[in-house]
């Protein structure tokens, strides 16, 4: 296998237009709309949902095992799911997307700008901010929920370690979704108290009340931006594709004023996070194997958390009023902040999925499936076919026998799919083959790089359009001038808030 990646001068165009003629014929425009295409001259794949059926069900991980993946924690896999709902939020129904995707609208600012943490600010969104007690007047913070306290599994005390929730259970959040499941839940919350620790850094620093609040925005914002390009990335592609795009430009996700969202990127690439996830989670010293029913059962959007709805006592049965305190995520468990050991691993990225995905819960189907007939229904080119026109070396490019192998391979070569591939099933194989399961192939890591990279660089409020790359952290972290997200956990200083054992 090539270890390097050769980026040739050709590069898609992308861009929000009436017609695919009219997208086809444009090498650039001024207005990119808030979906697009990296590659819009490049013919849709057609494959029978039958057939796309028929390699769901063989993309299945029945074995039982973790298959870890020792390079990336499990906490990445949903600091993944945050940073999507950072960046798109889709309502349009299916048959507007299949009419043509490139006129859908995006619901959030294509941007890695923590809009889901920060709504419209304190005057447009005052619900998701704390108020000040002397004054009842709205402060610098956000609001952070309380936890019901349950004795269960020794835990006990004034725990606020749950989002802000109204009197209905909802959470009080920019972006529902993160309510979704107890993971992304607990990663927003820490998101929440990351801006909050922010601004006392800040205040105990010297800043001013009148500025303390855009200051730390500004602040929170730009670190978050640095390791999703440099901790997130880094990990999840192949070494040196972050900086080579950094130095040399981007020449695939292009655009002349403002960021669009590639439908390669979200509607197939970005989806790699699917085959990340683990059959089940250690998630604190109590719940040590949390199943996907527990993990999407105590949240408010897909769950029983109803607020004053309850029965009381609220923690008996469910549903629940609240996140009870036994649920607090140890977030040793999930990224490597400290010497424990108890880290766990997300799982390899590869052509199968853990068996729970294949039967989601609440009536969710087969992800798998979902997965490949929506890339059809976006009319996305095939793997070898963005492979061809990124120019890549022969080495880079998956060959028919290596998409073959496996048994989700062989279904794959049964259907004439190892030779044109469905883009998302192209990545995931590529990650397998190329990057050992470890990290992103060539494809993978130019698409998802190259957009998250031009997500940054079009943001004129963003430390690379104000600073350029001259830009480091600020804040404390265990390399001086970097800053990962065990750096932010450890910076909030409540990584295992119920204790040890």
């Known amino acids: 296998m090539s270890n390097s990646i050769n980026l040739s001068p050709f590069h898609g165009t992308a861009g929000r237009h009436p017609t695919r003629a009219?997208?086809?014929?444009?090498?650039?425009?001024?207005?990119?709309?808030?979906?697009?295409?990296?590659?819009p001259g490049l013919p849709p794949l057609h494959v029978?949902?039958?057939?796309?059926?028929?390699?769901?069900?063989?993309?299945?991980?029945?074995s039982g095992q973790t298959h870890d993946n020792g390079d990336i924690p499990a906490g990445f896999t949903y600091l993944g799911q945050f940073v999507d709902h950072d960046i798109t939020l889709d309502l349009t129904s299916l048959g507007e997307k299949m009419r043509d995707p490139t006129a859908v609208e995006n619901f959030r600012s294509p941007s890695l700008d923590l809009d889901s943490i920060y709504g419209r600010g304190p005057d447009g969104s005052p619900h998701l901010?704390?108020?000040?007690?002397?004054?009842?007047?709205?402060?610098?913070?956000?609001?952070?929920?309380?936890?019901?306290?349950?004795?269960?599994?020794?835990?006990?005390?004034?725990?606020?370690?749950?989002?802000?929730?109204?009197?209905?259970?909802?959470?009080?959040?920019?972006?529902h979704r993160n309510d979704e499941n107890l993971i992304?839940?607990?990663?927003?919350?820490?998101?929440?108290?990351?801006?909050?620790?922010?601004?006392?850094?800040?205040?105990?620093?010297?800043?001013?009340?009148?500025?303390?609040?855009?200051?730390?925005?500004?602040?929170?914002?730009?670190?978050?931006q640095w390791l999703v390009l440099h901790d997130f990335l880094g990990r999840l592609t192949m070494p040196g594709t972050v900086d080579k795009i950094l130095h040399d430009g981007r020449k695939f996700y292009r655009f002349k004023k403002f960021p669009y969202m590639p439908v390669?990127?979200?509607?197939?690439?970005?989806?790699?996070?699917?085959?990340?996830?683990?059959?089940?989670?250690?998630?604190?010293?109590?719940?040590?194997?949390?199943d996907f029913s527990l993990l999407f059962g105590f949240t408010g959007l897909s769950g029983s958390i109803v607020g004053d709805l309850a029965p009381q006592p609220p923690v008996g049965p469910l549903p629940i009023e609240r996140l009870p305190s036994n649920w607090i995520i140890d977030w040793r468990r999930f990224y490597d902040i400290d010497s424990s050991g108890l880290?766990?691993?997300?799982?390899?990225?590869?052509?199968?999925?853990?068996?729970?995905l294949h039967q989601l819960p609440g009536g969710g189907g087969n992800l798998a499936a979902r997965n490949l007939k929506r890339g059809v229904q976006l009319g996305l080119p095939s793997g070898q076919m963005i492979a061809d026109a990124m120019h890549l070396s022969p080495g880079d490019k998956m060959t028919a026998s290596e998409i073959a192998t496996g048994p989700d391979?062989?279904?794959?070569?049964?259907?004439?799919?190892?030779?044109?591939?469905?883009?998302?099933?192209?990545i995931l194989k590529e990650a397998e083959v190329k990057g050992g399961g470890q990290r992103l192939g060539p494809v993978g890591s130019i698409i998802v790089s190259e957009v998250l990279v031009g997500l940054v660089h079009g943001d004129r409020q963003s430390y690379l359009w104000q600073n350029g790359t001259s830009w480091r952290p600020t804040l404390p972290s265990q390399t001086q001038g970097d800053f990962t997200i065990a750096d932010l956990l450890r910076f909030v200083d409540e990584i295992n808030p119920i204790g040890d054992n």
Do not use: C
Not at 137 to 146: D, F, M, N, V, Y
Not at 344 to 351: A, H, M, V, Y
């Open 184 to 224: 992304v839940a607990q990663t927003h919350l820490a998101f929440l108290k990351f801006h909050n620790k922010v601004v006392d850094h800040l205040s105990a620093q010297g800043q001013s009340d009148d500025t303390l609040f855009h200051a730390a925005r500004q602040t929170t914002t730009w670190h978050y």
């Open 343 to 356: 880290t766990q691993s997300s799982r390899k990225i590869d052509g199968l999925l853990a068996a729970e």
């Open 409 to 426: 391979g062989a279904v794959a070569q049964q259907h004439g799919m190892h030779e044109q591939t469905p883009l998302w099933y192209y």
């Open 48 to 62: 029978d949902d039958a057939k796309l059926e028929e390699l769901a069900d063989a993309m299945m991980d029945a």
């Open 129 to 175: 901010y704390a108020r000040d007690p002397n004054t009842f007047g709205t402060t610098a913070k956000l609001l952070i929920g309380s936890n019901v306290t349950v004795g269960f599994g020794g835990v006990t005390g004034d725990f606020r370690n749950d989002l802000p929730r109204s009197p209905e259970g909802r959470a009080l959040i920019g972006d």
């Open 22 to 39: 009219f997208l086809d014929s444009l090498s650039g425009h001024d207005d990119p709309g808030n979906f697009g295409r990296m590659f």
């Open 264 to 290: 390669e990127f979200s509607g197939a690439v970005y989806r790699l996070g699917h085959s990340m996830v683990r059959q089940s989670y250690d998630y604190n010293r109590i719940f040590d194997a949390a």
